[in-house]
């Protein structure tokens, strides 16, 4: 079955300071995303990736940066946090199949800027 | 910029009821139409798809129906339990990368 595993799942952050979020897929999955869901807002897309080492902008990628460094593995980084950057965040990944789009989400990491 | 509208916000229904979702988007040169569910504290999870050729596709209690015309999606859920409260999105894929633009959601409760 496919898993996403996310880490940390909380996290607390101070205004300025630089936050990775790391998410680990054992799908054997080419594409991974990152997204940030608000209330109000849904899910929105920040980066993607669709091969080791190379990253796309989503629809919100700034204050973001994006990081791949093998298929399992894709990070999120805030280098200099801010309060709206408060939010959870979801990572996900999926096959390039045009007939099914289907995607496989982690758990989440809840993160909060003061 | 939100290219799928999705409605109601939110909705109660009773158990045994049935409950209907809708959306509606602008664009209609996509072909690919899933929804997910998501329970509080978890990552969304897909629950029920639909391709752009058909216009119904069924799974259980839940059927997805897709109008071309009007540009128009929903989720039909007969006899709603309690275990299917939870927040529903519906989302269109954006062609070959796989992304996909979703809806702001609605949050169902169902009532025993």
């Known amino acids: 079955e496919a898993a996403v595993t996310q880490s940390p799942r909380s996290k607390v952050a101070v205004t300025g300071g630089k936050v990775t979020l790391s998410c680990h897929q054992t799908?054997?999955?080419?594409?991974m995303y990152w997204y940030r869901q608000d209330t109000g807002h849904g899910l929105r897309l920040i980066h993607y990736s669709y091969v080791a080492d190379s990253t796309e902008k989503g629809d919100i990628p700034d204050g973001y940066k994006a990081s791949r460094p093998s298929q399992e593995n894709f990070s999120l980084i805030l280098e200099l946090a801010s309060l709206s950057q408060t939010a959870v965040y979801f990572c996900?990944?999926?096959?390039?199949?045009?007939?099914?789009?289907?995607?496989?989400f982690g758990p989440g990491t809840r993160l909060t800027v003061l | 910029q939100q290219q799928v509208r999705q409605s109601p916000q939110s909705l109660t229904v009773w158990e045994g009821g049935t409950t209907v979702l809708t959306c509606s988007y602008e664009?209609?040169?996509?072909?690919?139409f899933p929804w997910y569910q998501q329970f509080p504290g978890e990552g969304p999870a897909l629950l029920i798809s639909i391709l752009s050729v058909s216009d119904k596709k069924e799974d259980g209690r839940f059927t997805t129906f897709f109008n071309k015309r009007e540009k128009k999606l929903s989720l039909h859920i007969i006899d709603s339990q309690p275990g299917d409260s939870a927040t529903y999105f519906c989302a269109r894929g954006t062609g070959n990368t796989g992304k996909l633009i979703f809806g702001l959601g609605t949050t169902l409760q169902v009532q025993p």
């Open positions: 664009d209609s040169t996509f072909n690919y």
């Open positions: 799908n054997n999955h080419d594409y």
């Open positions: 996900a990944s999926s096959v390039l199949d045009l007939s099914s789009y289907e995607q496989y």
